[in-house]
């Protein structure tokens, strides 16, 4: 009897010394199941905001190395809601790591922008809040609706040159904005005063919308710019835009425009309840988006000039040893400008391929194909430019293989020799059917079945020769 009590016992230790290795173990494959989504920054600084947008005001600077907890997403698979210990903020996992499931991660609206979010904070030498005037890539200004006196200085018991009257016909340049006892203030460079601060409730935000390939429009009635027809709009209905404001046009479907308002939202709207506005006089257009200033110093009568080049919320990197930058979107127009590796463009638009995009740089404007740089910063607001014109560049023939050369358009014309490819040259004649091109390669000319090469370019630039 004792020996089976001794046994029982021995079965009992035993039971419990593996039945609870054995629940550990289950409890550790538990808990290797579940990984918290967090972000790890990979960057050395990197900015974590209020919303998903560089539009959005800075709530902290981490370090690189930070692990932030993910809480939500923009549902666009750049922006993702994180918690730090300034609160819950938003990050652009272009500069991070990603880590653990976030197959649960739930999709999280954009808070509403406010003035602090228009404006990015720049060191202040006083206790009044000074920012610049720029929130998405596409540049805005304001023009005088209400007129009130100048002032030298952010404050109503500040000097003033002189009264500024109502002007729809220019839009001026935000140099600053204020807010300051209450009031917000914006410094603008008016040519017939100088450089003064004005009170922003008796102006009106307006979009600059320079040159031909961007357009501005003027609601007719009160519009609510929804989603639209592809689910691209950052609105969903519930925002009134009044009659007579003014918004970028970003892009079109049928009949309905996609516009871009000041704080960066987009929206699709009516295009009934729209007009285009003309062009509207700018320090900003009239110097190609490069804006020279004239401070006049009442205290000792000397004048200085600052120049302002507002930059695009998004960029690329060429990302090859030389590239082309085109006048058109596509191979087939010709080169404006040849940068080097490594070199930033502004991107300023993008055609509907998504393959090309429109950047901005020292040559002044043009098209690169993105496959070629590495693409950085935020682009959901610039625009679809949807019909580009360029110049067309004579054609060119990507040879990828070794083809034969033949004297004339005939294989039993003769053999002048075989060129091997990769190689990119000069097509320079063609037959009137197109199906022969003549080539001028390392060997000289000859002619080769046009279907054996890849052409771009337009071949009706190149002379015709009967066959």
Same mark, same amino acid.
Request: include cysteine; charged fraction near 15%; hydrophobic fraction near 40%.
């Given at each position: 009897?004792?020996?089976?009590?001794?046994?029982?016992?021995?079965?009992? $230790?035993?039971?419990?010394?593996?039945?609870?290795?054995?629940?550990?173990?289950?409890?550790?494959?538990?808990?290797?199941?579940?990984?918290?989504?967090?972000? $790890?920054?990979?960057?050395?600084?990197?900015?974590?905001? !209020?919303?998903?947008?560089?539009?959005?005001?800075?709530? $902290?600077?981490?370090?690189?190395?930070?692990?932030?907890?993910?809480?939500?997403?923009?549902?666009?698979?750049?922006?993702?809601?994180?918690?730090?210990?300034?609160?819950?903020?938003?990050?652009?996992?272009?500069?991070?790591?990603?880590?653990?499931?976030?197959?649960?991660?739930?999709?999280?609206?954009?808070?509403?922008?406010?003035?602090?979010?228009?404006?990015?904070?720049?060191?202040?030498?006083?206790?009044?809040?000074?920012?610049?005037?720029?929130?998405?890539?596409?540049?805005?200004?304001?023009?005088?609706?209400?007129?009130?006196?100048?002032?030298?200085?952010?404050?109503?018991?500040?000097?003033?040159?002189?009264?500024?009257?109502?002007?729809?016909?220019?839009?001026?340049?935000?140099?600053?904005?204020?807010?300051?006892?209450?009031?917000?203030?914006?410094?603008?460079?008016?040519?017939?005063?100088?450089?003064?601060?004005?009170?922003?409730?008796?102006?009106?935000?307006?979009?600059?919308?320079?040159?031909?390939?961007?357009?501005?429009?003027?609601?007719?009635?009160?519009?609510?710019?929804?989603?639209?027809?592809?689910?691209?709009?950052?609105?969903?209905?519930?925002?009134?835009?009044?009659?007579?404001?003014?918004?970028?046009? $970003?892009?079109?479907?049928?009949?309905?425009?996609?516009?871009?308002?000041?704080?960066?939202?987009?929206?699709?709207?009516?295009?009934?309840?729209?007009?285009?506005?003309?062009?509207?006089?700018?320090?900003?257009?009239?110097?190609?988006?490069?804006?020279?200033?004239?401070?006049?110093?009442?205290?000792?009568?000397?004048?200085?000039?600052?120049?302002?080049?507002?930059?695009?919320?998004?960029?690329?990197?060429?990302?090859?040893?030389?590239?082309?930058?085109?006048?058109?979107?596509?191979?087939?127009?010709?080169?404006?400008? !040849?940068?080097?590796?490594?070199?930033?463009?502004?991107?300023?638009?993008?055609?509907?391929?998504?393959?090309?995009?429109?950047?901005?740089?020292?040559?002044?404007?043009?098209?690169?194909?993105?496959?070629?740089?590495?693409?950085?910063?935020?682009?959901?607001?610039?625009?679809?430019?949807?019909?580009?014109?360029?110049?067309?560049?004579?054609?060119?023939?990507?040879?990828?293989?070794?083809?034969?050369?033949?004297?004339?358009?005939?294989?039993?014309?003769?053999?002048?020799?075989?060129?091997?490819?990769?190689?990119?040259?000069?097509?320079?004649?063609?037959?009137?059917?197109?199906?022969?091109?003549?080539?001028?390669?390392?060997?000289?000319?000859?002619?080769?079945?046009?279907?054996?090469?890849?052409?771009?370019?337009?071949?009706?630039?190149?002379?015709?020769?009967?066959?």
């Amino acid at each position: 009897m004792i020996f089976k009590l001794r046994i029982i016992a021995l079965i009992a $230790i035993l039971l419990s010394v593996f039945g609870g290795a054995a629940a550990q173990e289950i409890e550790t494959d538990q808990r290797a199941e579940f990984n918290p989504p967090i972000m $790890i920054v990979n960057t050395s600084f990197l900015n974590i905001r !209020t919303g998903p947008g560089t539009q959005y005001s800075i709530l $902290i600077t981490v370090v690189g190395g930070t692990e932030l907890p993910v809480l939500g997403s923009a549902g666009d698979g750049v922006w993702y809601q994180v918690s730090t210990i300034a609160g819950i903020g938003w990050l652009n996992s272009e500069y991070a790591i990603a880590r653990g499931d976030f197959r649960n991660v739930p999709r999280v609206a954009a808070p509403e922008l406010d003035l602090s979010d228009l404006m990015m904070d720049v060191p202040s030498s006083d206790d009044a809040t000074r920012t610049t005037a720029y929130a998405s890539g596409r540049q805005w200004g304001v023009s005088v609706i209400v007129g009130h006196p100048t002032r030298t200085a952010p404050t109503m018991s500040a000097s003033s040159f002189a009264n500024v009257e109502p002007d729809l016909t220019r839009i001026f340049t935000v140099l600053q904005a204020v807010s300051a006892e209450g009031i917000v203030w914006y410094q603008v460079n008016i040519p017939s005063i100088g450089t003064v601060w004005v009170e922003a409730p008796k102006t009106l935000m307006r979009p600059f919308a320079c040159g031909n390939d961007i357009t501005a429009v003027v609601m007719t009635v009160d519009v609510r710019p929804t989603t639209g027809p592809d689910g691209s709009g950052t609105l969903n209905g519930e925002r009134v835009v009044p009659a007579g404001s003014e918004a970028y046009l $970003i892009d079109a479907f049928n009949n309905f425009f996609k516009i871009e308002l000041a704080d960066g939202s987009t929206g699709w709207i009516s295009q009934l309840d729209t007009r285009v506005r003309e062009d509207v006089a700018s320090d900003y257009c009239e110097s190609g988006g490069n804006i020279a200033t004239i401070t006049n110093n009442p205290a000792d009568g000397q004048t200085t000039t600052q120049t302002f080049v507002p930059r695009s919320p998004a960029w690329v990197i060429v990302n090859t040893g030389y590239l082309n930058i085109r006048s058109g979107p596509g191979s087939q127009y010709t080169v404006v400008a !040849t940068v080097p590796g490594g070199t930033r463009l502004d991107v300023i638009g993008f055609a509907p391929d998504g393959v090309w995009y429109l950047v901005r740089g020292t040559f002044g404007q043009g098209w690169l194909n993105s496959e070629f740089a590495v693409f950085r910063g935020n682009g959901r607001g610039l625009p679809v430019i949807r019909d580009a014109v360029g110049m067309l560049a004579r054609p060119m023939a990507n040879i990828t293989n070794a083809i034969t050369l033949y004297a004339a358009p005939n294989p039993g014309s003769g053999v002048i020799g075989v060129v091997s490819g990769p190689l990119e040259t000069n097509v320079v004649a063609r037959t009137t059917d197109g199906s022969w091109v003549q080539l001028n390669t390392p060997i000289g000319f000859g002619w080769v079945q046009a279907n054996f090469v890849s052409i771009a370019g337009d071949l009706t630039l190149v002379p015709a020769v009967g066959g």
